[in-house]
């Protein structure tokens, strides 16, 4: 938002210089970015009227003028640009002036006559686009007068970022409220009323709403007699300087208008709309409207259109249509201020991609109580700038303007206090809201505050605290360090279980990562996930981007992104985990959370020692890492099964793995699919493992199982197996667990061998198994006994060759 300080002046007075202004704005909220001084002119640039204008006598299209400029004698400006008269002020910039573009003006010989001065278009003195011709002033300005002089011409301007919901800050008239809010500066609301004449407006053109949630108030005037002419040089000006092009006096008013006081407003010529009516009304499906910027619309049914007899006219709030724009032909003009809700505005700007000043508004709420006032203003500069005669009267439909009435807020002073943490007295809380346009009245021990009209964004006590605390001042409010009970928070076994297991896994060597849950279709598509494998996607109706159109269904989604990135800036070993959650529609429609654990490993360890690179990881890592989770958390290492998996989504077909425990499968684990590394341009393989982790905390132990130290030694024994390639190495480790044999400690797999001696479609297998007696030291015979047993399970159970 740009305010001219200039036009602000017009509505408040404040003391000192624009920079403290704009400190004291920025302290209450409306943030001032920039300060820029505009239209400081040369002062040998000066204000010049046409005593004569003759023709050159040696030259085509030239002309001769005699240019008084305040002096004795008139000087002479040689000019070859149309339109100039007798009588017309104009500015002349004399010998040394330098323009804005920084040329120097200077005294040349054109053919044979002396030119002392440069008459200059408004182009050229930067306050305009026009350079086809002069720059012709108001009148009333004396020869000789510094053009920046004049008013209106020098200005300061203020650079504000208006926060979405201060949709009253996006008009000069609102600026002025806050300045004197804050400064407690006499606001002036001037309310112009236009002259009427002639036959009354209702008699011209009938109004109907028939969407009134849509819009509440609808407000129309006719203007007979207009004249498509430009609009003042003060209006252009103002225009510019608010960051808005000119077009025409009448449309220059209505942009004018919505810039001063906050409504937006459009014009259309009523002789082109059919039996002159207007309906306001939801748009049909597949109804099309071409709009002013040449573009054929298709509508929908949540459309609010404005439609004549025939059909749509214009988007409610967002854009005319180009059916009934104002035209150079244009006469009679039908002038539109209406309510239209936030959120249809919004909807239609944002699905059709047509952004506009009106929709900016419209979506941020205008004043409804301005809607008439707004007309009004509109319709009298129009009548002052394009010579048009307005109508008596406004036609005006309001079916919704009940729910428009601000809310009865009830404010208690001691809850002022305790937000604060400052001493307000109520007569202080109440001049505050009351500087803000508030009304209150006391009700015992609260205060009944009824906000302004155009203070939309006040609905709940909070609001009014926080208006308090801005009119004051933030800077003001003392500081203090506030008493607060320390106190813990719930510690639930679900939270205490996440903490052990990110401890588990910070141990292992990985980083813990926190990602978005947003991610592209085509991710979520090829990375479900463990938890997510049966759920569907779930769109967000409002994406900010292609790449989060959706809700992830695994936080595998996220790693892999993350993994991404860190490859492309470098990273040689990425080792991760993230406890989150997955997001998807069950098969009943239903919103499913679940909350799962996804670990990532990629590259090489880093080296150690004297080591320049470390070993790749691999699968073994993988379990690895798993396993001291499990271990970790208490779980029985021996009850979990590692099964070979077939056709898992995302992960390669030949190296996935279901991790298993008591029957349930908690997760799975394996090497990334390559189509997905292949198009995220991962090099090598990826592994990764996710585990559901409701299902997990199913199996893990609340308390820890102890176990006394035990009192006698084991006595180990050694087996190596020929197997085929196919085996599973695991088969034999469940084999010699199901014997449960009370003096079978432990038995794991240490070494697996290929090459020779062992054949080819091979391999070596080696066990270690651990003999103890809980009571004495087993001898070797009875070592010897338990082995063979063992053995001769084993052999009689499998195709295998025991090796020496």
């Avoid at 008009?171 to 500066?185: D, N, Q």
């Amino acid at each position: 938002m740009r305010i001219p300080l200039s036009w602000l002046a017009e509505f408040v007075t404040w003391s000192g210089p624009a920079a403290a202004l704009a400190e004291r704005l920025t302290m209450a909220g409306l943030k001032i970015e920039a300060i820029e001084e505009v239209g400081q002119l040369d002062r040998r640039i000066v204000a010049g009227r046409l005593a004569t204008v003759e023709p050159h006598p040696e030259a085509d299209r030239v002309q001769v003028c005699r240019v008084q400029v305040g002096r004795p004698a008139a000087l002479v400006a040689v000019s070859g640009a149309p339109g100039l008269a007798a009588g017309q002020l104009v500015p002349v910039a004399l010998p040394g002036a330098r323009l804005p573009d920084g040329r120097e003006a200077q005294a040349v010989r054109i053919r044979g006559v002396e030119s002392a001065g440069v008459l200059c278009s408004e182009a050229e003195l930067a306050l305009g686009e026009d350079a086809s011709q002069v720059l012709v002033l108001p009148d009333d300005a004396t020869p000789g007068t510094p053009l920046a002089a004049l008013p209106g011409i020098a200005d300061t301007v203020l650079e504000a970022e208006v926060t979405p919901n201060r949709g009253d800050w996006l008009s000069i008239l609102g600026v002025a409220r806050e300045v004197a809010a804050v400064t407690g500066a006499r606001l002036r609301h001037p309310r112009p009323r236009p002259r009427e004449s002639g036959a009354a407006a209702v008699r011209e053109v009938r109004v109907r709403v028939q969407a009134a949630d849509l819009c509440p108030r609808y407000c129309a005037r006719v203007v007979r007699g207009v004249g498509i002419v430009p609009a003042p040089l003060w209006v252009r000006l103002r225009l510019r300087r608010a960051g808005m092009r000119a077009l025409n006096a009448v449309v220059d008013a209505t942009n004018y208008v919505m810039l001063e006081r906050g409504q937006p407003l459009h014009a259309f010529d009523l002789e082109r709309l059919v039996e002159r009516r207007i309906v306001v009304r939801r748009g049909a499906a597949g109804e099309r409207l071409t709009t002013l910027d040449g573009v054929e619309r298709v509508l929908e049914p949540d459309d609010l259109v404005i439609a004549d007899g025939r059909g749509p006219v214009a988007l409610a709030g967002v854009m005319g249509g180009e059916a009934s724009e104002v035209t150079s032909a244009t006469r009679v003009l039908l002038l539109e201020s209406a309510f239209f809700a936030p959120a249809s505005v919004r909807r239609t700007s944002r699905r059709l991609a047509l952004p506009s000043q009106a929709a900016y508004r419209f979506e941020r709420r205008v004043d409804p109580a301005m809607v008439p006032e707004a007309l009004d203003a509109v319709a009298a500069l129009i009548a002052r700038t394009a010579g048009g005669r307005v109508a008596p009267g406004i036609v005006e439909d309001a079916p919704g303007t009940k729910a428009l009435a601000p809310p009865t807020i009830r404010l208690r002073p001691r809850r002022v206090v305790a937000l604060l943490g400052t001493r307000l007295a109520r007569g202080e809380i109440a001049r505050s809201l009351r500087a803000l346009g508030a009304t209150c009245r006391t009700q015992r021990d609260a205060l009944v505050v009824t906000p302004p009209s155009f203070r939309g964004d006040l609905r709940l006590e909070e609001d009014l605290i926080e208006e308090v605390a801005r009119v004051g001042g933030y800077d003001r409010i003392p500081v203090a360090l506030p008493e607060v009970p320390l106190a813990a928070g719930e510690d639930t076994p679900e939270r205490r279980l996440a903490a052990r297991m990110r401890r588990a896994l910070v141990a292992a060597g990985l980083a813990e990562m926190v990602t978005i849950a947003f991610t592209d279709a085509e991710t979520n598509r090829r990375l479900p996930g463990f938890v997510g494998r049966a759920l569907a996607p779930l769109a967000v109706k409002n994406p900010l981007s292609s790449e989060t159109g959706e809700l992830r269904r695994s936080p595998l989604a996220g790693l892999v992104r993350a993994l991404r990135l860190n490859v492309a800036l470098g990273a040689t070993f990425v080792g991760a985990f993230e406890h989150g959650k997955g997001y998807g529609l069950d098969a009943h429609g239903a919103r499913q959370e679940p909350r799962a654990v996804a670990l990532l490993l990629a590259g090489a360890w880093p080296p150690r020692g004297v080591e320049r690179t470390g070993p790749p990881v691999d699968f073994l890592d993988l379990k690895g890492v798993l396993g001291g989770l499990f271990a970790a958390l208490g779980l029985d290492g021996e009850r979990v099964c590692w099964r070979p998996a077939g056709e898992i989504d995302a992960l390669h077909p030949g190296k996935a793995a279901l991790v298993e425990l008591g029957g349930a499968t908690l997760g799975v684990a394996g090497a990334l699919h390559p189509a997905i590394t292949q198009s995220a341009d991962l090099p090598g393989e990826v592994w990764v493992a996710e585990l559901d982790f409701a299902e997990l905390a199913h199996y893990v132990p609340r308390r820890p199982a102890l176990r006394p130290l035990p009192r006698f030694p084991a006595v180990t024994r050694d087996l190596a197996v020929v197997v085929d390639e196919a085996f599973r190495a695991g088969d034999i480790l469940e084999e010699i667990r199901s014997l449960q044999n009370p003096h079978i400690e432990l038995v794991r797999l240490f070494d697996c061998y290929r090459g020779a001696p062992v054949p080819a479609g091979k391999k070596s297998l080696a066990y270690t198994i651990a003999y103890r007696a809980p009571d004495r030291t087993l001898t070797d015979e009875e070592v010897n006994a338990l082995h063979a047993a063992v053995l001769q399970r084993l052999a009689g159970r499998f195709a295998l060759e025991f090796r020496a």
